[in-house]
């Protein structure tokens, strides 16, 4: 029964996802809970198909103008132990998986003189999945999690999805604390070697296009920020001469800055680019050392004009704050607007999905 290697076999799959939980930024993974279902069909399974039918229901042409059939369900090891031809799809992005249930099906059914057969394997199973993320806009990300189907080797198969309601249906139930789900695609491909110009590897990718709750970051992380900061600006409003008062506050407000800082290293894998939060954090450095700066210089100017360097410490209570919003507003916009996975609500375009769907 092995099939004609000449004629593949495509392969439809339907999705049924329970949940997906523990999105791990740190490792690159997130685990997903799924009921996972595919069909395939094979030469000569009609006629064996039939020969059954005739020993369940004869010849009686009482059903000759009815549907009937029968299934039969199969342990995955029968079927190896008869070395029966399985669709061998594999998961490139699979770190590990736990089955939790999983048999194998033939399907008969037969009208007046056509009959139909087919293959069904159904598993449920939890599996944790590799991630490539890019966090280029955190907090206002957008990211994409996956599920790849690939055959290797012969193809004698090729993943596909005809319905795609299962999906749809289970997407729309999908709760997630940290993030909201926006929608799912899925997309067959091939990859091909171009100096043979033959197949490499025949695929099926199913995406969920996931966004980021940024609130938690604004009111737990920057807001927070934003207080120390301007706790730290308060030295502008101490005479220039108090030079012991104003560097206590400046300098334990810096050290503290740095130290609540480091709350964000725990959401994120070291990388080699700054996020949005990063240059956030990096301008508030900046900003929050500036008072020590001045204040020495300030001090500097006090001992020769007093009356000069109230003049000019007032002047940088207005400015000081006003350059560091403008700067922060002027990071986020330039990196937001170059980054094809920030969120809906911060684009700029009407093509906000267009990459997730390519």
């Not at 009686?60 to 079927?79: A, L, M, T, Y």
């Not at 939890?126 to 012969?154: A, H, R």
């Not at 999908?174 to 929608?183: A, D, Q």
């Not at 560091?324 to 986020?332: C, R, T």
């Amino acid at each position: 029964l092995n099939i004609n290697r000449n004629y593949p076999n495509e392969i439809p799959i339907e999705l049924f996802v329970n949940y997906i939980r523990d999105i791990d930024t740190l490792s690159s993974s997130f685990e997903i809970n799924y009921l996972e279902k595919y069909f395939y069909w094979q030469f000569g399974l009609d006629e064996i198909g039939n020969s059954v039918y005739e020993e369940i229901y004869g010849q009686s042409s009482d059903f000759q103008f009815r549907s009937e059939g029968f299934h039969c369900k199969f342990n995955p090891s029968e079927i190896d132990n008869i070395n029966l031809w399985t669709p061998n799809l594999t998961i490139p992005n699979l770190i590990s998986e736990k089955v939790f249930h999983d048999e194998i099906i033939f399907w008969f059914s037969k009208f007046e003189d056509e009959s139909y057969s087919y293959w069904e394997r159904r598993k449920l199973k939890t599996s944790k999945l590799k991630l490539d993320f890019d966090y280029k806009s955190f907090p206002f990300d957008s990211q994409t999690i996956e599920i790849k189907y690939e055959t290797y080797g012969e193809f004698d198969s090729y993943p596909s999805i005809t319905y795609d309601f299962p999906i749809r249906d289970s997407f729309s139930k999908i709760s997630l604390s940290e993030w909201n789900p926006v929608m799912y695609s899925y997309k067959q491909y091939n990859h091909i070697f171009q100096e043979t110009m033959t197949e490499d590897e025949v695929g099926l990718s199913v995406k969920f296009l996931l966004e980021r709750n940024y609130i938690y970051y604004l009111s737990k992380i920057y807001l927070p920020i934003i207080i120390i900061l301007l706790v730290s600006l308060s030295v502008l409003y101490i005479d220039p001469k108090q030079i012991e008062s104003r560097l206590t506050v400046s300098v334990v407000c810096f050290l503290a800055l740095i130290a609540y800082t480091y709350v964000v290293d725990r959401d994120l894998p070291r990388l080699s680019y700054l996020t949005v939060m990063d240059q956030i954090i990096l301008l508030s450095y900046f900003f929050s050392a500036m008072p020590t700066l001045q204040s020495i210089f300030i001090y500097g100017v006090a001992i020769d004009d007093y009356q000069k360097a109230i003049y000019q410490n007032k002047s940088t209570r207005f400015w000081i704050p006003l350059i560091y919003f403008a700067a922060v507003i002027f990071f986020v916009l330039t990196t937001i607007s170059g980054s094809d996975n920030t969120i809906s609500a911060l684009k700029f375009t009407n093509e906000t999905y267009q990459s997730f769907l390519d």
